[in-house]
């Protein structure tokens, strides 16, 4: 388990520093970063400025390690729109995006997994053809489409939830459904497909041939074996929503991270651009990797090793 | 005396895509009490399914049906699925053909044991520990109390069946079912298994319905032999008589697979049975075998019966008395002959 | 033993129908198959002859006429099926249209992804060792680059247009393909036949060629209709957004983003191309799972 865990702490590292170059070149994709950060209708005199200021004419790399030496402290430089310091920006957003991510990964869990597992017990039944409906028509569903349909409905036609804003629990309503729903229908699947699998293992055949009950079999001995790749799933899929806030919270104007990236986008803010993207990268590997410990954990062929 | 496990005309049916396939079609048989019946048969005749679906344990798709499944005496088909799981892992226990998914991985060597005990008899903790290292040591594990608390994959393949049948074996069943226990062993490690199997059956008075397709087993360990073929009992009867007198064609064709240590010539060609095993999906009259069957005419196509030729030696083949003669006319020729025709 | 003089049986007696024959039952037969393929059929038709079928000119702007509502509205007119947008742009046709790049983005990227991909991932499953640590490292960093928000930044600083949104979305979405392609790769790979037509000789291309890729064909299908499915998603997404398909072309997404500002009054304007954009996801992932359901052996007890 150690020798495990210090291999996956090494690889967390290598790729965290990966994303941070990927993320610092984005910059230069437009082929000069000072004339992407000027805007368009900046003079000579405006560009050179921003060169100096910034740093552009030194060499890459050692702008790329400046960045990252300053990242690494929580220093991400200084917003261009609001003229404030990036992370404070991102820290005064982020508990609304959290708040959201925790809400919606809640209720995801709390309506996929009680209809996977029914499904997987009756499979071909009633409710497994009902879950898989829903499965399917989640999958289908793009998100912002159906938050705007649901102000549409729960706003304007039925008005009993808000639609914008993140003053009171209320406003947090559709946008925990919208975000919830998009993860369901992949829980769904996999504690479905998990289970069946799992139900129909030697082991578990074992544990009925022991005369066991059906709940202590579904229970003790399935569930926790179907339950792993889920656990990885909730990992890789909190990940997914706090990009998916990003739409979510424009449509429902959340003002969250996702609602800071969106506007530092379509101000050309790329500082703080680039700030909650390397935070939102390195806050999944970090997900990533705690799920994969507590894999281990759950799994006696790598805790025992 | 009343035999431990009787079955009247099981039958097992499984619906797919292309029609349904009649896996088991009214197999018959019981076994006694200190008895061992081996069931016999190529992969896919239904001997599998035939121990699962006395357990109960089928999958759920596969239909059981059957005239009457007793055991102890006690009607298992009208058993409701809380009063099965009673008798499953209680008085009727089963050993499956791969340890080494068996085992949930999940859990410890100790806590799977001892929850099937656990539960049917209540006791406590400590005296299922008690029984669970007992048993362990019975099926000549060393060190069995650490061995309790290992996992699955810190055990050999071998050590896992052991395993395997102290769990059967605790709460004491008088049936054990053991489908095809040693089939994923190596061969040294077989025997160990198959001896084992044997006095534990003789300790504990069990009876014993072994599955396998291997021949060589059933010699060593089989009181009683059935022979299965395409979901039906082709032939049974006591081990020495169905070895010396095999009667149905296709237990014949068995036998000759065979090599016999003096008997078969050096560089002689093994017999083989021509054709393949006709699909068991929809409907079937006649004799499964016939299509392959040398002895096959007209009447084997329309209507089968299973008769007893001689006490305890049941044959199912309507031909089975003019088969049996030309046998053992053959069999003199060959002899005198002195090599194989 | 003598030759025994046995009625050989024929090939139906023995094997029931034929694999086609159960495999065109199990097609016809799967309802998510027929529904989504029908389905989807109709949207590519509709892309194709889109010139024949749209009633006007999907640029056409007509002020006079703006913000129709469609037929079945009360006040609706047969001159414009599905109404008019805020510059009096003929909904149907614009919906009809928008098929075509809805569908052209969707291939694209699911192309383009596809092949890196899969390259990568048979590659990784093929050869092993450091290929593979490489392969596995690169997924994990694609894995951790969130999809959205970097299509966006790219889009951002490069511009937007068509050909910008498939590059992006197809250098973006190879990592499914090579996760798929490497699992399944290393499956087959540990098979006997591959072992044998190494022994017998068969060169490295020839075994990925004829051994490998036929057997992971299934899975990559079933891959690609994924992403096709996630690349429209992810374009109308981006159009939405402003950063995606630039107007005045007519994709669902930039529709949808369109017709927000006339939510409250005219809701229809995102309700059409919406549900026009959950009708081809729809039916792609119907199509998906069926040929998974169809593809995988009915395994016997």
Known sequence: MLVYTAKRILLAILVSLTVSALVFSLLYLSGDPATALAGERASQADIMAIRAAYGFDQPVYVQYFKWLAGAVQGEFGESVYFRLPVIDLILERLPVTMTLGVCAMIFALALSIPLGVLAAMYPNSLIDRAALLLAVVGQAMPSFWFALMLIVLFAYWVPILPASGSDSWQHFVLPTIVLGYYATPAFMRLTRTGLLDVLSSDYVRTARAKGLRPAKVLFKHALRNAIIPVVSLAAVQFGFMLTGSIIIETVFALHGAGFLAWESISRSDFPTVQAVLLLFSWFYIILTFLADLLNAWLNPRIRVA | MTPTIKVENLRVSIPLAAGVLHAVRGISFEVAKGETLCLVGESGCGKSLTSLALMDLLPSRAKREADRIELDGADLLKLGERDMAKVRGSTMAMIFQEPMTSLNPAYTIGNQLEEGIRLHKGVSASEARERAVYLLEKVGITGASSRLGQYPHQLSGGLRQRVMIAMALMCGPDLLICDEPTTALDVTIQAQILHLLKDLQREFDMAVILITHDLGIVARVADRVAVMYAGEIIESGDVDEIFSRPTHPYTQGLMNCIPVPGKTAYGERLGTIPGIVPSMIGEMTGCAFANRCAYAEDICLKTLTTRELVPNHAVRCVRAEEVAALNAGLDTATASAGSPA | ?301
């Open chain 3, 1 to 301: 033993m003598s030759v025994m003089n046995t009625t050989v049986p024929s090939a139906e007696q023995i094997l029931g129908p034929t694999p086609g024959q159960i495999l065109r039952r199990k097609v016809f037969g799967h309802r998510g198959i027929v529904i989504g393929g029908g389905i989807f059929l109709f949207i590519v038709l509709m892309a194709l002859l889109a010139p024949w079928l749209a009633p006007y000119d999907p640029y056409h702007q007509d002020l006079v006429a703006r913000l129709a509502p469609p037929v079945w509205h009360e006040k609706g007119t047969w001159d414009h099926i599905l109404g008019t947008d805020q510059v009096g742009r003929d909904y149907l046709s614009r919906l009809i249209y928008g098929a075509r790049i809805s569908l052209l983005i969707g291939i694209m990227a699911a192309l383009i992804s596809g092949i890196i991909g899969t390259v990568m991932g048979v590659a990784a499953g093929y050869f092993g060792g450091k290929v593979d640590l490489v392969v596995t490292f690169l997924i994990t960093c694609r894995l951790s680059l969130p999809v959205i928000l970097v299509s966006l930044a790219v889009v951002a600083i490069v511009g937007g247009s068509l050909e910008m949104v498939i590059l992006v979305l197809g250098l973006l979405l190879w990592d499914r393909y090579a996760v798929v392609m490497r699992a399944s790769t290393q499956q087959i790979r540990s098979l006997d036949y591959v072992a044998a037509a190494q022994a017998a000789g068969c060169s490295t291309w020839y075994i990925l060629a004829r051994e490998i890729l036929p057997n992971v064909m299934n899975q990559l299908i079933v891959v690609a209709t994924l992403e096709f499915a996630h690349a429209v998603l992810l374009e109308a997404a981006l159009s939405f957004l402003g950063l995606g398909v630039q107007p005045p072309l007519p994709s669902w997404g930039l529709m949808i983003s369109e017709g927000r500002n006339y939510i409250l009054f005219d809701p229809w304007l995102i309700a059409i191309p919406g549900s026009a954009l959950f009708m081809m996801l729809l039916a792609v992932n119907l199509l998906g799972d069926g040929v998974r359901d169809v593809t995988v052996p009915e395994n016997r007890a």
